[in-house]
């Protein structure tokens, strides 16, 4: 009798050919190497979409401390701010003079930065650290007085990423707590290192520099200003 035959009149017949069933099916394949590739591009994915939403919230926060601030304004600041000409007067504090200061929503600054061409208005906070520069710009070298004067900020476009937008001769000012009004012309952007401490505080004796970091974190974008006139209150 044929193996065929022999199945066919017994339904009980196993093949001695046949391996007999597990009960499961062997997987035909492993995963690709394009699926973990895959999986591991969509991990980054989330992890960038993660921090830009972290950076936006953090603007937003600093964007509201900043309009807060400028509502807190000691009285010889705010009546500075609302003269828009007038000729240079008045005797020009000392060099060696410390700079005023005032507390502003529980924060201590030594006045305000105006930048008309982008419409930047201000507080500077008399000293720096990490918590205090996510939300305000920050002192970071010398005097106004002494016409050396270092600020710095991030790159929100709402402080000193907005400083893109100068043009050789802009204007801007500085007016410290006693009133005093500074006005300042833009001449040139540096681009530096991190490292290159040296250069951004002390290169050509610029009167006042205002920098912020670079996109791509690793270096800072220097913007130089002389003084061009200064008005006593």
């Known amino acids: 009798m044929s193996e065929s035959q022999k199945s066919d009149s017994n339904p009980n017949y196993a093949d001695p050919a046949t391996p007999p069933s597990l009960g ?3 997987r035909k394949s492993r995963r690709q190497p394009g699926f973990w590739f895959f999986v591991l591009g969509f991990a980054f994915f989330l992890a960038a979409a993660g921090l830009s939403l972290y950076n936006v919230w953090q603007a937003h926060q600093a964007e509201e401390a900043i309009t807060s601030a400028l509502h807190d304004l000691p009285p010889k600041i705010q009546e500075a701010m609302e003269k828009t000409s007038g000729a240079p007067q008045g005797q020009r504090p000392a060099p060696d003079w410390p700079m005023p200061v005032a507390q502003v929503e529980g924060e201590e600054i030594i006045g305000v930065l105006e930048v008309p061409r982008t419409g930047l208005v ?21 005097s106004i007085y002494r016409k050396d004067a270092v600020f710095f900020s991030h790159d929100y476009p709402f402080q000193f990423g907005g400083l893109t937008e100068l043009e ?43 920098f912020t970091c670079a996109y791509n974190g690793l270096a800072r974008y220097a913007y130089r200003f002389v003084e061009d006139n200064f008005f006593a209150p």
């Open 122 to 142: 201000l507080p500077i906070l008399s000293t720096w650290d990490y918590d205090k520069l996510k939300h305000f710009p920050c002192y970071y070298h010398g």
């Open 168 to 210: 050789e001769g802009d204007t801007a000012r500085f007016i410290d707590c006693a009133g005093n009004i500074f006005t300042y012309r833009f001449q040139e952007q540096e681009y530096l290192q991190a490292t290159d401490v040296e250069d951004m505080v002390f290169k050509d004796d610029w009167d006042l520099t205002l």
């Open 24 to 26: 499961f099916h062997p």
